[in-house]
């Protein structure tokens, strides 16, 4: 399965996620690793796994990424 297919199928059910983060890292293979590697800012958790419990947090956190904001 391709990396463009992998994220695709992983962000199905989120679509402005699966926006936001190609817009924010252009490419699908360092969106896929993005999305897999624990975030401090999560709390330790991957974005992936974040999203099953509150895809909000992993837009908000994408949001203050491409602005600018690592507070």
Do not use: H
């Not at 924010?24 to 975030?39: G, I």
């Amino acid at each position: 399965m391709s990396a463009e297919n992998e994220l695709s199928e992983l962000l199905e059910d989120y679509p402005k996620i699966y926006i936001d983060i190609l817009d924010l890292v252009k490419e699908a293979k360092p969106a896929l690793r993005w999305l897999k590697k624990p975030r401090m800012q999560l709390l330790g958790m991957t974005p992936l796994s974040m999203l099953k419990k509150d895809p909000k947090q992993v837009e908000d956190l994408i949001y203050r990424i491409k602005t600018g904001d690592f507070s």
